[in-house]
């Protein structure tokens, strides 16, 4: 799909264009020489082509990448998401409590904090 939003795609359809410009100018009766003048300012709304194509590609690269050092920020940051499942217990059994107890127990005593 890149193919045909990219440069080969703005190419083919120039080159199309130009092609039917070309053939019916016979249909028409156009000269050799208008028919050259009519594709010469179609081609020359190509460089205005390319560059809106650049722009906008530019554009929704930009917006990936914001996005994606976004959604970084906020789970380096805990994000509110992060903070809502701090927030709720995760069970309310006795042998858990008894476990964090006795865990701050051994750390007050502990002389981890020395070493």
């Known amino acids: 799909m890149k193919f045909a939003l990219g440069i080969g795609g703005f190419m083919s359809f120039y080159g199309v264009v130009g092609l039917i410009v070309w053939l019916s100018g016979d249909y028409l009766g156009w000269k050799p020489s208008s028919r050259v003048v009519v594709i010469a300012l179609i081609l020359l709304t190509l460089p205005f082509a390319l560059v809106a194509n650049y722009l906008r590609t530019r554009g929704e690269k930009k917006k990936e990448k914001e996005a ?3 959604d970084a920020a906020a ?3 805990g994000g509110e998401g992060a ?3 701090a927030v709720k217990p995760v069970a309310t059994s006795e042998e858990l409590t008894k476990g964090t107890t006795e865990v701050v127990q051994f750390l007050k005593t502990s002389d981890l904090a020395a070493s």
Do not use: F, M, Y
């Open 68 to 70: 994606a050092t976004g």
């Open 83 to 85: 903070q809502e499942k």
């Open 75 to 77: 789970k380096a940051d």
